[in-house]
Structures are given as C-alpha cells and as structure tokens.
C-alpha cells in the first residue's frame, strides 16, 4: 500500500512539473508576444537578453517554479550560448584545405578541452555546484560541439571520393578531442 502511495506522489510531482513547464511556456509566449509588438510600433528590435530574463524571473514567481525546472532552464541556456557560438564560429570565413572541416574540428577539440577542464575542477576540487556543472557540461558543451555534423561532413566527404580524408578526420577528432578533454582535466589537477 506505501508503495502506491509513493508511486502516486511521484507521479503527482511529475504532473506538477509539467504543469509548471506548461505555465512557463505560455507565459514565454505572452513575453513574445508582447516583444513584436512592441517592436513593430516602435520600430526597434526586441532586446533578447532582458526579453529572456524577463521571462524567467516571470515564470519563476508565478508558478513557483521548482528546482527541476530551475534545472532545465540552466541546460537550456547552456545549450542555447553554446549553440549560438558554433553558429558564429562557422560563420568566421575560413578556407578549409582538401575539404578538412577545420572549423567543426576546431569546435570539437575545444569543447572537449572545457569539459575536461569542468570534470577536473568538480571532480578534484568539488569547487562546481552540480547545477552550474549542469549548465556547462551538458548545456554549452553539448550545445557547442557537435557529433551529428561532423558525421554529415564525413559523409559529405567520402561521397567526393576523399575518404583518406574521411577516414583521416574521423581518427583525428577521436584522437584529439580524448587528448583534449585529458589535458583539460590534467592542467587542473596539476596546479
């Protein structure tokens, strides 16, 4: 009988979270809303981050938001800055020799240098909250590197009839993002 009764709590409890995801997205579209029009009787573009601000600290004193949603909204935003600087990385005119995706390589090798990085201080200085590592790691490391199109650019590649540099691109972003993340978290460790 505990058992249902715990089933039901935390079934409830999800409920409620999605509920509060729910409030939150109907109050970001009421902000949205009230952002174009503003700008298209003013003439002026919506300022994002006050935009993005504004709706957060709305959401959070109407719905009380819990420490879940709190949660998401920080991955969120992680994903979104790390999203947004791959974009404007690739956009950085760069000429890519023997068709070597330079720039979607650069941004994997960083990204796993940060994370190694955020493992070596949290890890070994337990000097991250778990939120914040959140945020990082998940968020703006998952949001700034990126499997998917490095998977589309080695196909891209290997169907030109480079696959000697397919298959060279493939080994050489394993083998320098693991040395990355490794160096990372061993320059933290040694200081």
């Not at 959401?59 to 791959?86: C, E, H, N, W």
């Not at 070597?100 to 650069?106: E, I, L, M, Y």
């Amino acid at each position: 009988m505990k058992l249902k009764k715990l089933k039901h709590r935390a079934g409830v409890a999800q409920l409620q979270n999605v509920m509060h995801l729910f409030a939150m997205a109907s109050l970001f579209a009421q902000q949205a809303a009230a952002a174009i029009s503003k700008s298209r009787t003013k003439k002026a573009r919506p300022n994002i981050s006050r935009f993005v601000a504004s709706t957060i600290c709305l959401a959070s004193t109407k719905t009380q938001m819990p420490s879940f949603l709190t949660k998401i909204l920080l991955v969120g935003l992680g994903g979104a800055i790390g999203a947004i600087l791959r974009f404007l990385i690739t956009e950085i005119p760069i000429e890519e020799p023997f068709s070597f995706p330079v720039k979607t390589f650069a941004i994997n090798i960083v990204g796993c240098f940060v994370i190694g990085v955020l493992v070596g201080i949290a890890t070994n200085l337990g000097q991250l909250d778990k939120e914040w590592l959140n945020f990082a790691k998940v968020g703006f490391c998952g949001g700034f590197t990126t499997l998917s199109a490095m998977a589309v650019e080695v196909i891209d590649i290997a169907k030109s009839g480079l696959c000697w540099v397919a298959l060279g691109y493939v080994v050489a972003t394993v083998v320098f993002s693991i040395l990355a993340a490794f160096l990372g978290e061993y320059l933290v460790i040694a200081r």
